[in-house]
C-alpha cells in the first residue's frame, strides 16, 4: 500500500517552485507515494491585482535578492527562470486546481502554472495567460475561467487554507508524512529520511 505525501505549496513561492521542480519530482519517482496536494495561499492578504515585490522586503534591492534566490535554486538543479518583482494574488490559480482537481487534471494544472509563472513570467491574475495556462493542462478555457471566480472554489480554497493552519501549517513548502513534517525548501537527502521513518518504500 501506498504511503501518502501531504504537500502544502502555493503558486508564487519561489522556494516552493524549487522544491516541486526537484526534491518533489524525485520523491514520487524513487518511493512508493501518492501526492495529496493542498493549496496554500502564502500571503493571502495580498490585493487583487498584487503588489510591488519590495513592499514585502523593503529598503532590499530586488537585483541581489533575485541571485540569491537563483543560486540557492541552482544548488538543486533547478535553473533557467526569473523571479518576478510583483507578488500576484494566487487566488483564482488556486480555485482553477481545485476545478482542476474535480476533472483529474490537477497535476497538469498544477505543473502548467508554476512553469508558466516562473520560467515564462506569466501573470496568475490575467483572464488571457489563465486560459491557456489551463488549456495546457487539458482544461476546457471558458469552464477555467468560470472556477477561478466560482464562490464554491474559493470557499473550497479557504476551507483547505483553515484545515492547514487548524494542522499547524505557517510556512511553506511543508511536506507531511505520517508524523513527520519538513518545513521549507530541504535537500532529498532530509526528506528521504523523513519519508522512510514514516514507512516509506522505495519503488520496486
Same mark, same amino acid.
Request: proline content about 8%; hydrophobic content about 45%; charged content about 20%.
Given at each position: 500500500?501506498?504511503?501518502?505525501?501531504?504537500?502544502?505549496?502555493?503558486?508564487?513561492?519561489?522556494?516552493?517552485?524549487?522544491?516541486?521542480?526537484?526534491?518533489?519530482?524525485?520523491?514520487?519517482?524513487?518511493?512508493?507515494?501518492?501526492?495529496?496536494?493542498?493549496?496554500?495561499?502564502?500571503?493571502?492578504?495580498?490585493?487583487?491585482?498584487?503588489?510591488?515585490?519590495?513592499?514585502?522586503?523593503?529598503?532590499?534591492?530586488?537585483?541581489?535578492?533575485?541571485?540569491?534566490?537563483?543560486?540557492?535554486?541552482?544548488?538543486?538543479? *533547478?535553473? !533557467?527562470?526569473?523571479?518576478?518583482?510583483?507578488?500576484?494574488?494566487?487566488?483564482?490559480? $488556486? #480555485?482553477? /486546481?481545485?476545478? &482542476?482537481?474535480?476533472?483529474?487534471?490537477?497535476?497538469?494544472?498544477?505543473?502548467?502554472?508554476?512553469?508558466?509563472?516562473?520560467?515564462?513570467?506569466?501573470?496568475?491574475?490575467?483572464?488571457?495567460?489563465?486560459?491557456?495556462?489551463?488549456?495546457?493542462?487539458?482544461?476546457?478555457?471558458?469552464?477555467?475561467?468560470?472556477?477561478?471566480?466560482?464562490?464554491?472554489?474559493?470557499?473550497?480554497?479557504?476551507?483547505?487554507?483553515?484545515?492547514?493552519?487548524?494542522?499547524?501549517?505557517?510556512?511553506?513548502?511543508?511536506? *507531511?508524512? !505520517?508524523?513527520?513534517?519538513?518545513?521549507?525548501?530541504?535537500?532529498?537527502?532530509?526528506? $528521504? #529520511?523523513? /519519508?522512510?521513518? &514514516?514507512?516509506?518504500?522505495?519503488?520496486?
Amino acid at each position: 500500500m501506498s504511503s501518502t505525501l501531504r504537500l502544502y505549496t502555493d503558486f508564487v513561492c519561489p522556494f516552493c517552485f524549487i522544491a516541486e521542480q526537484s526534491t518533489v519530482p524525485r520523491l514520487l519517482a524513487e518511493l512508493d507515494l501518492e501526492l495529496d496536494w493542498y493549496g496554500f495561499e502564502l500571503h493571502p492578504s495580498t490585493p487583487p491585482g498584487g503588489v510591488p515585490l519590495s513592499r514585502l522586503f523593503p529598503g532590499t534591492p530586488l537585483g541581489p535578492l533575485h541571485e540569491r534566490t537563483k543560486r540557492f535554486a541552482a544548488t538543486f538543479g *533547478v535553473t !533557467g527562470f526569473q523571479p518576478p518583482d510583483w507578488l500576484h494574488n494566487s487566488r483564482m490559480a $488556486l #480555485a482553477i /486546481a481545485e476545478h &482542476a482537481r474535480d476533472l483529474d487534471r490537477l497535476e497538469p494544472f498544477r505543473q502548467a502554472a508554476m512553469n508558466a509563472h516562473w520560467r515564462q513570467g506569466k501573470n496568475l491574475e490575467n483572464a488571457d495567460d489563465l486560459a491557456a495556462i489551463a488549456e495546457s493542462a487539458g482544461l476546457e478555457q471558458s469552464a477555467a475561467l468560470a472556477a477561478s471566480t466560482d464562490p464554491a472554489l474559493l470557499a473550497r480554497v479557504d476551507e483547505r487554507q483553515a484545515e492547514a493552519r487548524r494542522a499547524g501549517v505557517t510556512g511553506i513548502p511543508t511536506f *507531511v508524512l !505520517g508524523s513527520e513534517r519538513v518545513v521549507g525548501c530541504q535537500p532529498y537527502e532530509a526528506l $528521504l #529520511a523523513a /519519508a522512510l521513518r &514514516a514507512g516509506a518504500r522505495p519503488r520496486a
